[in-house]
Structure formats: C-alpha cells, structure tokens
C-alpha cells in the first residue's frame, strides 16, 4: 500500500530522535528561544529549573516551520521548576503542517505531566493537545500572569488566549487517562 504523503510532511527515522532519554537536574536559561525541547519517547524529565525563556519552557511537539519533526509516547515531566516563560511553560502539542490546525488525538501517547511549578509566566502556562492517555496532577501556578509584559505578539493566538486569556490550563483533542 502506497499512500503519498501530503505537501509538507516530514519523515524521521524513529531510531535517530533521542529515544530513551532523561533529562534530570539541570538548570536551563536565560535563553532567548525554548528552554527543553524535545522529540521523542520512553523519556523522563524531572526536576529542572527553566528559567526567562523567551519560547517554551518545557516543549514536546513537532514545528514544521523548523522542520522538526517527532511526537513523543511513554513520557514524564515531573518535578520541575519554570520561571518567568515568556511563552506556555509546560507545552505538549502538534499542529498540522500549517501550523494552525491541532492534530487529532494520539499524535502523542502516554503523557504523565505532575508535581510541576509555573511561576510568573505567561498564560497558560500549561498547554496540551493532540495527546491520547494524558495524566495530569499536582501542577501549581504561581505569581503573576506576565501575558501583557511577556507575550510576543505573534503568540498571541495560540492556546485559546484570544478565548480566555487568563486560563491556566489549555487542551484540545486530549483524551485523560
């Protein structure tokens, strides 16, 4: 069965993405772009400190527009500490190839995100889409929602602000465990 691949796809070999990681302890930022950014499975990170990113803190999620392409399956994030994102803190999410569109469901599998700290970051800080069997708990917010100081206006948009910008939490096609 040969099915072409719609305009825009990416392929990558699933034995090249970083299967199998850990990312434990470190201390991230400042940094003018995304502090953890991954794009594979059977991962673990826990208990970071991502501090004055101007994306993402933490991102698992596929961008096209850089041509990255890998959803991640069977993953942690727990423990961590981010302060002052300048974007979502705690990202898990896809969209489609126009960069617009949220995947359905099962882009990503198995999703643990728990006992986390957001402080002083741009609403929402967490934003999880496209995720089939999503565990979600113990997450804290904390400080002042910087949206209006930190926001770049081209992220405006994105995660339901225009709808409700002061949400803590944003999830499209997400199915919970």
């Given at each position: 069965?040969?099915?072409?691949?719609?305009?825009?796809?990416?392929?990558?070999?699933?034995?090249?993405?970083?299967?199998?990681?850990?990312?434990?302890?470190?201390?991230?930022?400042p940094t003018r772009s995304?502090?953890?950014?991954?794009?594979?499975?059977?991962?673990?990170?826990?208990?970071?400190?991502?501090?004055?990113?101007?994306?993402?803190?933490?991102?698992?999620?596929?961008?096209?527009?850089?041509?990255?392409?890998?959803?991640?399956?069977?993953?942690?994030?727990?423990?961590?500490?981010?302060?002052?994102?300048?974007?979502?803190?705690?990202?898990?999410?896809?969209?489609?190839?126009?960069?617009?569109?949220?995947?359905?469901?099962?882009?990503?599998?198995?999703?643990?995100?728990?006992?986390?700290?957001?402080?002083?970051?741009?609403?929402?800080?967490?934003?999880?889409?496209?995720?089939?069997?999503?565990?979600?708990?113990?997450?804290?917010?904390?400080?002042?929602?910087?949206?209006?100081?930190?926001?770049?206006?081209?992220?405006?948009?994105?995660?339901?602000?225009?709808?409700?910008?002061?949400?803590?939490?944003?999830?499209?096609?997400?199915?919970?465990?």
């Open positions: 069965n040969t099915n072409p691949l719609p305009m825009g796809s990416l392929i990558a070999s699933a034995n090249r993405v970083g299967n199998g990681f850990r990312i434990r302890n470190c201390v991230i930022g995304r502090g953890i950014s991954v794009k594979a499975s059977d991962g673990i990170i826990s208990g970071n400190k991502v501090r004055d990113t101007w994306g993402q803190g933490i991102m698992l999620a596929p961008v096209y527009g850089w041509l990255e392409s890998g959803s991640g399956s069977h993953l942690l994030i727990e423990r961590n500490v981010v302060e002052r994102s300048r974007d979502v803190a705690i990202g898990v999410y896809s969209f489609g190839g126009d960069g617009v569109t949220v995947a359905p469901a099962g882009a990503h599998v198995d999703v643990t995100v728990t006992d986390n700290t957001i402080e002083d970051s741009s609403m929402p800080a967490i934003a999880v889409t496209s995720t089939m069997g999503l565990s979600m708990s113990r997450n804290r917010v904390e400080g002042e929602d910087r949206s209006g100081e930190y926001l770049l206006p081209h992220h405006a948009s994105k995660f339901g602000r225009a709808e409700d910008p002061a949400r803590q939490i944003y999830m499209k096609n997400v199915v919970m465990n």
